[in-house]
């Protein structure tokens, strides 16, 4: 596999070069939808680039220099409801200080009541492991962090990053593995989001005041250019089973999917903001972790 396109990533592909080989891929028939055709770079356009892995499948690499910010996509649609898959191969050796993230957010609504379900994997010292940085904002309110240990290198391949979203419960999976589950709890008084409709996006950027130990460490900048690349989304529409008056609706399962997320969680959790006594001892845990 190749991990970047046949030239250098100190210098790379024009972007309009590389939309033009795009551009005619996608004319192809029976090529599979591409990752171009589904997003559009919101920023850091000049230094960003799509590239063909293999026929029928881009990547898209995000990048990060000190001059530039860093960048990021959107997707072309806003959803509301439906599982969100993508393959992301994370920046390699010493990444301190960077940040890529897998996201759902909405358009124009204002920051005080806007949902927002986040994945950002926070970048560290080659050799350690990276972090994987969980949140859920409905209706403004956030503050629901849990953080996980990958028990894999990501930086040397592309794995699977997941979200489902639908009006029951928000998961979050690595590999198919489901390491968060967020439940509806509007009905006891626990914001949920329902009602927003959200974009997929990525992005790529500094955040060493916070990112690596709690911003002890910082961005090595003579390791930039630092990337990130993405490819393979599916959007999977949030749709009821035959029977089933809403998506979210179906009965429960075996018992598979509790037992496959607490056995992810004793192993890989590393902070969960309901276990945080230091950080509510004066105002009391938020009414879901207190739910039986």
Known sequence: MA??????SRHPMPLAAALLLLIAMAARPGVAKLL?????????GDHSFFYMEREGEDVLALCLEETNGGSGFASKDAYLFGRFDIDIMLVTNNSAGTVATFYLMPDDVPWPYHDEIDLEFLGNATGEPYTLHTNVFAN???????????W???TTDFHTYSIEWNPKHIIILVDGTPVRAFTNHASRGVPFPTWQQMRLQGTLWNADQWATQGGRVKTDWTQAPFYAYYRNLRVTPCVPS?????CGDEPAGSGWFERRL????KKHMIYDYC?????????GF??????E
């Open 36 to 44: 171009y055709d589904q997003v559009d770079i919101t920023w850091g």
């Open 152 to 154: 894999f290198d990501p």
């Open 242 to 246: 035959p029977g089933v008056a809403w």
């Open 3 to 8: 991990l970047l396109p046949p030239f250098s």
């Open 286 to 291: 938020p009414t879901e972790c207190t739910m």
């Open 140 to 150: 403004g309110v956030g503050g629901r962090e849990q953080q996980f240990r990958l």
């Open 262 to 265: 607490k056995e992810a969680q």
């Open 275 to 283: 276990v945080d006594e230091k950080r509510f001892k004066d105002k």
